[in-house]
T-cell receptor
Framework: KQEVTQIPAALSVPEGENLVLNCSFT??????LQWFRQDPGKGLTSLLL?????REQTSGRLNASLDKSSGRSTLYIAASQPGDSATYLC????????????FGSGTQLTVLP | GAGVSQSPRYKVAKRGQDVALRCDPI?????LFWYQQALGQGPEFLTY????????KSGLPSDRFFAERPEGSVSTLKIQRTQQEDSAVYLC?????????????FGPGTRLTVL
Protein backbone atom coordinates (compact mmCIF):
# COMPACT_ATOMS: atom_id res chain seq x y z
CA LYS A 1 0.00 0.00 0.00
CA GLN A 2 1.34 3.41 -0.98
CA GLU A 3 2.29 5.68 1.90
CA VAL A 4 3.16 9.36 1.54
CA THR A 5 5.07 11.25 4.22
CA GLN A 6 5.63 14.99 4.43
CA ILE A 7 8.28 16.70 6.52
CA PRO A 8 8.10 19.01 8.35
CA ALA A 9 4.52 18.95 9.61
CA ALA A 10 4.69 22.67 10.31
CA LEU A 11 7.04 25.46 9.34
CA SER A 12 7.21 29.12 10.29
CA VAL A 13 9.54 31.47 8.42
CA PRO A 14 10.03 35.23 8.06
CA GLU A 15 8.95 36.86 4.84
CA GLY A 16 11.49 36.71 2.03
CA GLU A 17 13.07 33.39 2.92
CA ASN A 18 13.51 30.59 0.43
CA LEU A 19 12.17 27.29 1.74
CA VAL A 20 11.92 23.62 0.88
CA LEU A 21 9.09 21.22 1.66
CA ASN A 22 9.75 17.51 1.49
CA CYS A 23 7.60 14.59 0.37
CA SER A 24 8.48 10.90 0.28
CA PHE A 25 6.52 7.91 -1.00
CA THR A 26 7.04 4.20 -0.52
CA UNK A 27 6.00 2.77 -3.89
CA UNK A 28 7.88 4.17 -6.89
CA UNK A 29 5.27 2.83 -9.36
CA UNK A 30 3.55 6.17 -9.76
CA UNK A 31 1.90 7.85 -12.75
CA UNK A 32 2.41 11.38 -11.53
CA LEU A 33 2.92 13.50 -8.42
CA GLN A 34 1.11 16.70 -7.56
CA TRP A 35 1.56 19.46 -5.05
CA PHE A 36 -1.59 21.12 -3.76
CA ARG A 37 -2.29 24.11 -1.58
CA GLN A 38 -5.14 24.13 0.94
CA ASP A 39 -6.39 27.28 2.63
CA PRO A 40 -8.54 26.99 5.79
CA GLY A 41 -12.14 26.14 4.99
CA LYS A 42 -11.41 25.76 1.31
CA GLY A 43 -10.73 22.98 -1.13
CA LEU A 44 -7.42 22.03 -2.64
CA THR A 45 -5.76 24.00 -5.43
CA SER A 46 -3.30 22.22 -7.69
CA LEU A 47 0.06 23.99 -7.84
CA LEU A 48 2.27 21.70 -9.89
CA LEU A 49 1.91 18.31 -11.56
CA UNK A 50 5.00 16.25 -12.42
CA UNK A 51 4.65 13.24 -14.70
CA UNK A 52 6.66 10.17 -13.69
CA UNK A 53 8.98 10.70 -16.67
CA UNK A 54 9.77 14.28 -15.66
CA ARG A 55 12.31 15.57 -13.17
CA GLU A 56 10.86 18.97 -12.30
CA GLN A 57 8.19 21.55 -12.97
CA THR A 58 8.24 25.29 -12.37
CA SER A 59 5.50 27.86 -11.93
CA GLY A 60 6.47 31.37 -10.90
CA ARG A 61 8.21 31.22 -7.53
CA LEU A 62 7.48 27.50 -7.16
CA ASN A 63 9.69 24.66 -8.32
CA ALA A 64 8.94 21.00 -7.71
CA SER A 65 11.38 18.17 -8.31
CA LEU A 66 10.79 14.44 -8.52
CA ASP A 67 13.22 11.57 -7.96
CA LYS A 68 10.99 8.58 -8.61
CA SER A 69 13.64 5.94 -7.96
CA SER A 70 14.30 7.20 -4.46
CA GLY A 71 10.64 8.03 -3.79
CA ARG A 72 11.16 11.72 -3.10
CA SER A 73 9.86 15.09 -4.18
CA THR A 74 10.63 18.58 -2.99
CA LEU A 75 8.70 21.82 -3.36
CA TYR A 76 10.90 24.90 -3.39
CA ILE A 77 9.29 28.27 -2.68
CA ALA A 78 11.42 31.30 -3.48
CA ALA A 79 11.12 34.64 -1.72
CA SER A 80 8.22 33.58 0.50
CA GLN A 81 5.33 35.99 1.14
CA PRO A 82 2.63 36.10 3.85
CA GLY A 83 0.12 35.13 1.15
CA ASP A 84 1.95 31.80 0.80
CA SER A 85 0.70 30.80 4.26
CA ALA A 86 -1.36 27.64 3.82
CA THR A 87 -1.11 23.87 4.09
CA TYR A 88 0.82 22.23 1.29
CA LEU A 89 -0.11 18.68 0.34
CA CYS A 90 1.79 16.21 -1.79
CA UNK A 91 -0.18 13.48 -3.62
CA UNK A 92 0.76 10.60 -5.90
CA UNK A 93 -1.32 8.90 -8.56
CA UNK A 94 -0.64 5.19 -9.06
CA UNK A 95 0.46 3.59 -12.31
CA UNK A 96 -2.06 1.23 -13.85
CA UNK A 97 -5.78 1.82 -14.16
CA UNK A 98 -6.42 3.19 -10.68
CA UNK A 99 -6.98 6.95 -10.60
CA UNK A 100 -7.22 7.89 -6.95
CA UNK A 101 -4.65 10.14 -5.28
CA UNK A 102 -2.77 9.15 -2.13
CA PHE A 103 -1.99 12.20 -0.02
CA GLY A 104 0.52 13.05 2.64
CA SER A 105 -0.62 14.77 5.83
CA GLY A 106 0.66 18.10 4.65
CA THR A 107 3.03 20.84 5.80
CA GLN A 108 1.40 23.82 7.46
CA LEU A 109 3.37 26.89 6.38
CA THR A 110 3.24 30.26 8.11
CA VAL A 111 5.12 33.16 6.55
CA LEU A 112 5.53 36.00 9.04
CA PRO A 113 5.49 39.61 7.79
CA GLY B 1 -20.28 27.88 -12.27
CA ALA B 2 -16.65 27.47 -13.15
CA GLY B 3 -15.62 25.17 -10.32
CA VAL B 4 -16.74 22.14 -8.36
CA SER B 5 -19.51 22.96 -5.92
CA GLN B 6 -20.62 21.01 -2.87
CA SER B 7 -23.63 21.31 -0.62
CA PRO B 8 -24.26 21.72 2.17
CA ARG B 9 -21.03 23.33 3.28
CA TYR B 10 -21.68 22.37 6.89
CA LYS B 11 -23.80 19.59 8.29
CA VAL B 12 -24.46 18.68 11.92
CA ALA B 13 -26.09 15.32 12.51
CA LYS B 14 -27.07 13.40 15.58
CA ARG B 15 -25.56 9.95 15.88
CA GLY B 16 -27.72 7.49 14.02
CA GLN B 17 -29.11 9.95 11.49
CA ASP B 18 -28.70 9.54 7.73
CA VAL B 19 -27.02 12.31 5.72
CA ALA B 20 -26.67 13.08 2.01
CA LEU B 21 -23.86 15.19 0.60
CA ARG B 22 -24.05 16.60 -2.91
CA CYS B 23 -21.34 17.32 -5.47
CA ASP B 24 -21.71 19.27 -8.72
CA PRO B 25 -18.61 18.66 -10.84
CA ILE B 26 -17.19 20.93 -13.51
CA UNK B 27 -19.35 20.67 -16.61
CA UNK B 28 -18.05 18.05 -18.99
CA UNK B 29 -15.77 16.32 -16.49
CA UNK B 30 -16.34 12.60 -16.76
CA UNK B 31 -14.32 11.57 -13.69
CA LEU B 32 -15.55 12.25 -10.17
CA PHE B 33 -13.88 11.38 -6.88
CA TRP B 34 -14.90 11.49 -3.23
CA TYR B 35 -12.33 11.89 -0.46
CA GLN B 36 -12.60 12.06 3.34
CA GLN B 37 -10.30 14.41 5.26
CA ALA B 38 -9.95 14.07 9.01
CA LEU B 39 -8.67 17.01 11.02
CA GLY B 40 -4.94 17.51 10.52
CA GLN B 41 -4.67 14.77 7.92
CA GLY B 42 -4.53 14.60 4.15
CA PRO B 43 -7.58 13.51 2.17
CA GLU B 44 -8.22 9.79 1.86
CA PHE B 45 -9.85 8.24 -1.18
CA LEU B 46 -13.39 6.92 -0.86
CA THR B 47 -14.73 6.20 -4.34
CA TYR B 48 -14.41 7.04 -8.06
CA UNK B 49 -16.88 7.37 -10.95
CA UNK B 50 -16.29 7.45 -14.67
CA UNK B 51 -19.51 8.96 -16.02
CA UNK B 52 -22.26 7.05 -14.19
CA UNK B 53 -20.17 3.94 -13.56
CA UNK B 54 -18.67 3.51 -10.11
CA UNK B 55 -15.31 1.99 -11.02
CA UNK B 56 -13.69 1.91 -7.59
CA LYS B 57 -15.30 1.96 -4.16
CA SER B 58 -12.45 0.35 -2.30
CA GLY B 59 -12.02 3.31 0.04
CA LEU B 60 -15.55 3.34 1.45
CA PRO B 61 -15.03 2.57 5.16
CA SER B 62 -18.18 0.55 5.72
CA ASP B 63 -21.43 -0.51 4.13
CA ARG B 64 -23.03 2.55 5.74
CA PHE B 65 -21.40 4.63 3.00
CA PHE B 66 -23.01 4.72 -0.42
CA ALA B 67 -22.34 6.92 -3.45
CA GLU B 68 -24.18 7.37 -6.71
CA ARG B 69 -23.98 9.39 -9.91
CA PRO B 70 -27.05 8.24 -11.84
CA GLU B 71 -26.80 10.57 -14.84
CA GLY B 72 -23.05 10.96 -14.99
CA SER B 73 -23.08 14.48 -13.61
CA VAL B 74 -24.16 15.31 -10.05
CA SER B 75 -23.09 12.84 -7.39
CA THR B 76 -24.43 12.14 -3.91
CA LEU B 77 -22.55 10.56 -1.03
CA LYS B 78 -24.91 9.06 1.52
CA ILE B 79 -23.96 7.98 5.00
CA GLN B 80 -26.46 5.90 6.93
CA ARG B 81 -26.66 5.68 10.71
CA THR B 82 -23.89 8.21 11.21
CA GLN B 83 -21.28 7.60 13.90
CA GLN B 84 -18.94 10.06 15.61
CA GLU B 85 -15.97 8.70 13.68
CA ASP B 86 -17.68 9.86 10.47
CA SER B 87 -16.99 13.48 11.48
CA ALA B 88 -14.69 14.87 8.79
CA VAL B 89 -14.57 17.08 5.75
CA TYR B 90 -15.85 15.31 2.64
CA LEU B 91 -14.20 16.55 -0.54
CA CYS B 92 -15.37 16.01 -4.09
CA UNK B 93 -13.09 16.35 -7.10
CA UNK B 94 -13.60 16.10 -10.85
CA UNK B 95 -11.32 15.74 -13.83
CA UNK B 96 -11.33 15.14 -17.57
CA UNK B 97 -10.78 11.68 -19.04
CA UNK B 98 -7.29 12.58 -20.27
CA UNK B 99 -5.13 11.04 -17.59
CA UNK B 100 -1.87 12.51 -18.88
CA UNK B 101 -2.95 16.05 -18.29
CA UNK B 102 -5.58 15.49 -15.68
CA UNK B 103 -5.55 17.52 -12.57
CA UNK B 104 -8.26 16.82 -10.09
CA UNK B 105 -10.24 19.97 -9.33
CA PHE B 106 -11.53 20.01 -5.79
CA GLY B 107 -14.66 21.51 -4.32
CA PRO B 108 -14.68 23.40 -0.98
CA GLY B 109 -15.88 20.34 0.90
CA THR B 110 -18.70 19.54 3.30
CA ARG B 111 -17.77 19.59 6.96
CA LEU B 112 -19.79 16.89 8.74
CA THR B 113 -20.02 16.92 12.52
CA VAL B 114 -21.73 13.98 14.20
CA LEU B 115 -22.80 14.62 17.78
Amino acid sequence: KQEVTQIPAALSVPEGENLVLNCSFTDSAIYNLQWFRQDPGKGLTSLLLIQSSQREQTSGRLNASLDKSSGRSTLYIAASQPGDSATYLCAVSPSGSARQLTFGSGTQLTVLP
Amino acid sequence: GAGVSQSPRYKVAKRGQDVALRCDPISGHVSLFWYQQALGQGPEFLTYFQNEAQLDKSGLPSDRFFAERPEGSVSTLKIQRTQQEDSAVYLCASSTWDRYTDTQYFGPGTRLTVL
